[in-house]
């Protein structure tokens, strides 16, 4: 086995290590057991709500076709077979995603050998392996973003094929890939151009002849077959209910989460500072606190420009060079169109991105090593810029865990779900409604199905008046149901004035009935009845 080969391998091992450390926490999150929650109704026999009420009926069960308007039903179809087999928890949970952090990983590990050649493309590895943004956003599922990394690497890595072997297969897996990822999310648009930038890199002077023969009009009507199919699930829920081109026209100009997408330069602005947050990985305070590796910023920052100025003066005489200044343009690519969005602007958009930052940055100091002289003197320069890289990387990984295992996750990652989900659990008869986000996808999960609580908030700043009166309806329906809130610190969405409007309706009163605690005492969950 190649040095190469080695580091690689020594990466997936170190990744798999840190990933799988104190796998119940933080608690589990909103986000990561959204598109679980399905999976684990349909296989204790409860129904499924699907969204805007568009399902495929088979074998007398209505089965989801999207999980929210912009994120598909993939993963919930992943988790069926998973949790069959190895039952539902928060570790079975883990570990789909962190197994596919492990293909992802594998398949950059060929890439980086063919990008950058074996040492340089398995140090590569190693870095993005022990990156604390890979390690703790992939433990978590990230909402699917996780799978999206994978088929990122994935459709790379078949496009590449085919330019190195002129199989047209690969061509059209390449289309099928980056259909699956639209079905995943949405946002995997973004990495169409990013495909059509690597196929004009990579063929270098034969772009020209690759890309006409690839929209000739039989392979171009096979590849766009390949993305119908790979993307049935939008697809489909569209000519059902057009829930999606609705959220996008709805979210064009100003989402629901204050993001006004006009603002075109403090949006790019805001983009970049999130890939700087994604390289240093100082962005996991919900673990406890925030470390984080400074020196990556600057290094990245430098090998931007550096592969950008080779690829653009250099590159049409050396691939090399040319490949580079490729993966630069790809980074910048996604980071500029993460700044239009139909939702929020977040580091977690960028994650699709992991390991090309390490790759690039390695292959930057490999190859301003290459003019020195001396081959010993270069891989040395190489290895200590790795290591110092890592090491860094290493003692962030470090020090979150140790304070997670202090805290157990802060706020709405806090480990205090656990103890919400077996406070309901212990009287499963009694109706739950769940008045804020993030509360409803882990209790579901938590206790296998048997409490499903109704969501009662809407995805919007103020309420519609109508709330009132559901609230009212379901008060008066369940009288011994139970309403839970997130303490104000936590609190998403403040639905409690409406709550308490039709509680005084009622001429019932709101009684606090259980809290949930952080470790540190902070009040978290809320469970309230009426009297």
């Not at 990933?19 to 990561?32: I, K, R």
């Not at 679980?36 to 007398?60: M, T």
């Not at 939008?234 to 603002?263: D, F, I, M, Q």
Request: glycine share 12%.
């Amino acid at each position: 086995m190649s040095f190469g080969r080695v580091l690689a391998l020594i990466g997936l091992i170190a990744f798999w290590g840190l990933a799988l450390a104190q796998p119940d926490l933080p608690g589990l999150y909103y986000d990561e057991a959204a598109d679980a929650a399905p999976a684990v109704q349909l296989l204790a026999g409860k129904p499924v709500e699907p969204a805007r009420d568009v399902s495929l009926d088979l074998f007398g069960r209505r089965l989801p076709v999207m999980v929210m308007d912009y994120v598909g039903a993939v993963s919930t179809y992943l988790y069926i077979p998973w949790f069959g087999l190895l039952g539902v928890g928060v570790l079975q949970l883990r570990i789909l995603p962190i197994a596919g952090g492990m293909v992802t990983l594998a398949l950059a590990a060929v890439l980086g050998r063919r990008w950058l050649g074996s040492v340089p493309g398995g140090l590569g590895v190693l870095l993005g392996a022990i990156h604390p943004s890979f390690v703790f956003w992939t433990r978590q599922g990230v909402h699917v973003s996780s799978l999206l990394g994978l088929l990122a690497m994935a459709s790379l890595l078949s496009l590449d094929t085919w330019l190195k072997t002129g199989r047209l297969r690969w061509a059209y897996l390449t289309a099928l890939l980056f259909g699956l990822g639209l079905s995943v999310k949405l946002l995997f648009l973004w990495w169409g151009p990013v495909l059509g930038l690597y196929l004009w890199v990579r063929a270098g002077p034969k772009a020209d002849q690759a890309i006409g023969g690839l929209l000739m009009p039989g392979r171009l009507a096979i590849c766009l077959l390949g993305v119908l199919i790979g993307a049935w699930m939008p697809v489909y829920y569209n000519l059902r209910s057009g829930g999606t081109l609705e959220v996008v026209a709805a979210n064009l100009w100003r989402t629901s989460y204050g993001v006004e997408n006009w603002r075109v330069i403090e949006n790019l602005a805001t983009a970049f500072d999130h890939l700087l947050a994604l390289v240093r990985g100082d962005h996991f305070w919900f673990l406890g606190g925030r470390f984080g590796n400074p020196a990556y910023p600057p290094v990245l920052v430098g090998s931007l420009g550096v592969a950008l100025a080779g690829g653009l003066v250099l590159g049409r005489r050396d691939g090399s060079w040319r490949l580079l200044g490729g993966l630069g343009g790809i980074i910048l690519l996604v980071t500029a169109q993460s700044a239009f969005t139909v939702s929020g602007l977040w580091p977690t958009h960028l994650y699709l991105l992991m390991p090309i930052p390490q790759l690039l940055a390695v292959g930057v100091i490999c190859r301003l090593g290459s003019l020195m002289r001396g081959r010993a003197f270069r891989a040395v320069l190489v290895l200590l810029a790795g290591l110092g890289l890592g090491l860094g990387d290493l003692a962030a990984d470090l020090d979150y865990h140790r304070v997670l295992a202090e805290t157990g996750g802060w706020l709405r990652m806090s480990d205090a779900i656990y103890r919400l989900a077996d406070y309901l659990a212990a009287d499963p008869d009694r109706p739950v409604f769940a008045l804020d986000w993030g509360i409803a996808a882990p209790v579901v999960v938590l206790t296998g199905g048997r409490i499903t609580p109704v969501e009662l908030f809407f995805y919007q700043p103020q309420p519609p008046p109508e709330l009132v009166d559901m609230l009212y309806g379901y008060a008066g329906r369940f009288p011994t149901a139970r309403y839970l809130f997130h303490a104000p610190e936590a609190t998403v969405y403040d639905r409690r004035p409406e709550f308490e409007r039709a509680a005084a309706a009622l001429g019932r009163r709101p009684v606090l009935e259980f809290t949930t605690r952080q470790r540190d005492g902070k009040p978290i969950h809320l469970v309230y009845r009426l009297e």
